[in-house]
């Protein structure tokens, strides 16, 4: 019998009617036979209450007693979803991380999966009972609660799906798939029936909304087709699963835009070897993610080093890097938050040339300046004035093709 | 070292600023050199907000996820003061109940502890960290979890305490200790020093709203001094222990009264074998808890029975009773709701004669008449008309000489 896991997000389970919704979905996938392992996140907005409540004991909580508290946001739908189902008349069981022997590292509050013994789930499901997990949550070798961090609950659904070999894993959300582009801003977005692992990699801004990035990951290395799809209809979603790409594929597959990130310069830096470790080094030990980074060709044994932090951490950044520039003499230090990261993403550039020339001709019939360029294999992206993002993706979407009929 | 274990209460811990008082009352006690193990509950009014919740899913919530459900309720509390104690520079360390190792039965929402491994709490209190457990939860050998019915957290307290061999078992509330009436209504109640578990057992009405009453069977098992106390106050409550009858005792320590009673009384039933099985046997079925019954002398070949269940339960009860009386032709049914149980307790009791007759004779002075009785080996209870309750308890008061000066 075939089993099938069901991710259902906070919007997806916001009150006791979502959830009984939810219940109903869920009946109707175990109706035609299939087992259902269901992997549940906290109602809408508790999380962020919870954090809300640790802030007012202190500004830093203690990790491991963070991740205690955050983990009853899981526990409590787990358990009134399970409860509805019962009441429908279903056998039904919530299992907490620890119970459905999640297995993770110690990292409170971004721990990483090690392992799902995935024997209690098993049992369950061979009696034909509907599993209920709380997603987002598990329990490290000695026992202690963890979390996995934002978007956790996706990591959780893929990598029970891999564990159990279903037969998909279908992640419920308030959107009804990934697209070309943020329908918000390019009205001829289209939907995307089927996306590759990596392409879905490569466009964190679209799909990090809508499907946690680790949990894609995961999936690929497990193989896991994922169904992303809306819990508010029935209307199929987009498969991210592994696609061959053929001859006749897009060039790209979609254009993506990020405002999240600021940008930091650092003018006139000796250009001598070990000199980029004295300027990341207490950046990363701040805990703080560098995105881009571009260096200038050297002139006269100096040069400009360029690059991106999330916005919120924009004036740590800047405070560290004045302190680096006095230590390593750098002339000096510039910021920006007013940028934006437009890209394009497709597998079909590995069988196209000249993506990236077309994209940075396009940009520059519209006078958009290119401030900065990031390149993977399947994604070329560029940071421009903040202003010009909608534009931007308005008119890239147009120029490779992407605008529905 | 000694160890101290300390039970905070739901009013205690209402909010982040009540969490932080009593993080200061721990911290002072851990101060002074002892061992702090400290048992929490869930912040006054969430348990029934939870309860209201999985109410909207469905009258009767499955009892598993219910427990599944209510256990976020002390996590949450755990998580925040263990937070809080870390915050103040203190080791501190929280333990849900499975991770406290309380093992219980698997009767889910009324759970019986069956043993506590404490090993972890050990572990940790030898390193001077200061324990915070989740109250009221455990689970059972399945790894289910498990909660222990209503004041559970001061069951948790007293076991964790006796597993410990802890000095003392801190009950912190709302009240400052045990009185020897209910000083709502009698003004010259006064503050019991001390009390025997024997009367404590005795007098649930005015213990059970301080002192949940199965955790002083527990501590009479295991002779665990409980302390009574406020945790809005620095004054000494009442201590719960072992304590010699001497010949100077008092004959009562204490006039207590419930009003949550109803009477039901079945008229003229055939006095025979297996008649007492056909009343009680679907009331029990029913879950309703009998407290007294009364069975009249027969009078040729019938007796009038009475009984009193919880007012919540008295409509079920009757109309059982009225299907019963019935099948086993009893002539009437009566109910009255506006009843009291008014009791005398004291160990006293044992070597002074008269109680009985004195009460009897006080409540006959003011025209109060006395509808049932009963007896135990330290408590005398009447049912009288409930609009004499507050007179009654003041009468006696004085009567058996607990008036303060």
Redesign the interface.
């Known amino acids: 019998m075939g089993i099938i896991v069901q991710k259902y997000g906070g919007t997806s389970v916001a009150d006791?009617d979502h959830?009984?919704n939810v219940a109903k979905r869920i009946t109707k996938t175990y109706d035609q036979g299939y087992n259902v392992v269901v992997v549940i996140s906290a109602m809408a907005g508790v999380t962020d209450e919870?954090i809300d409540?640790?802030m007012?004991?202190?500004d830093?909580?203690?990790k491991?007693?963070?991740d205690?508290?955050l983990?009853?946001g899981e526990?409590?739908t787990?358990?009134?979803l399970?409860?509805?189902l019962?009441?429908m008349g279903y056998p039904a069981?919530?299992l907490?991380g620890?119970?459905a022997e999640v297995l993770t590292d110690c990292s409170f509050g971004n721990a990483r999966i090690l392992d799902i013994g995935a024997g209690r789930i098993k049992e369950l499901v061979d009696e034909r009972n509907i599993v209920v997990v709380a997603g987002f949550q598990g329990s490290d070798q000695n026992?202690?609660?963890t979390t996995l961090g934002r978007g956790g609950s996706d990591t959780t659904a893929v990598a029970i799906a891999a564990v159990l070999k279903a037969d998909s894993c279908e992640i419920y959300t308030d959107v009804d798939g990934i697209y070309t582009a943020d329908p918000n801003i390019c009205e001829k977005a289209r939907k995307i029936d089927t996306i590759s692992y990596d392409e879905m990699l490569n466009m964190a801004s679209l799909g990090a909304k809508v499907l946690q990035i680790r949990s894609v990951g995961f999936a690929k290395m497990h193989d896991v087709p994922v169904h992303v799809r809306s819990s508010f209809s029935e209307e199929e979603g987009t498969m991210v699963m592994n696609v061959d790409c053929g001859m006749e594929s897009l060039m790209v597959s979609a254009v993506t835009h990020e405002k999240d990130q600021a940008r930091i310069t650092l003018k006139k830096v000796h250009d001598q070897p070990g000199i980029a470790a004295k300027i990341f080094t207490p950046v990363s030990e701040a805990g703080i993610v560098v995105d881009m980074i571009v260096q200038n060709t050297s002139a006269e044994g100096f040069t400009d080093l360029t690059f991106t932090v999330p916005k919120e951490s924009f004036k740590t950044a800047l405070d560290i890097q004045r302190r680096v520039a006095e230590k390593i003499g750098a002339e000096d230090v510039l910021g920006d938050k007013n940028i934006a990261k437009v890209s394009v993403v497709g597998v079909g550039m590995r069988n196209h040339s000249g993506v990236a020339s077309k994209m940075f001709t396009v940009l520059a019939q519209e006078n958009i300046n290119i401030m900065m360029i990031s390149t993977s294999e399947i994604r070329i992206s560029c940071i421009i004035e903040e202003k010009y993002t909608e534009l931007a993706v308005r008119i890239l979407h147009t120029a490779f093709g992407l605008d529905k009929e």
Chains 1, 2 share one sequence.
């Open positions: 006791i959830i009984r919870l409540m640790a007012q004991v202190t830093s909580p203690e491991r007693e963070l205690v508290l983990a009853t526990q409590t787990a358990a009134l399970a409860m509805t019962k009441a069981m919530s907490l620890h119970q026992g202690n609660i």
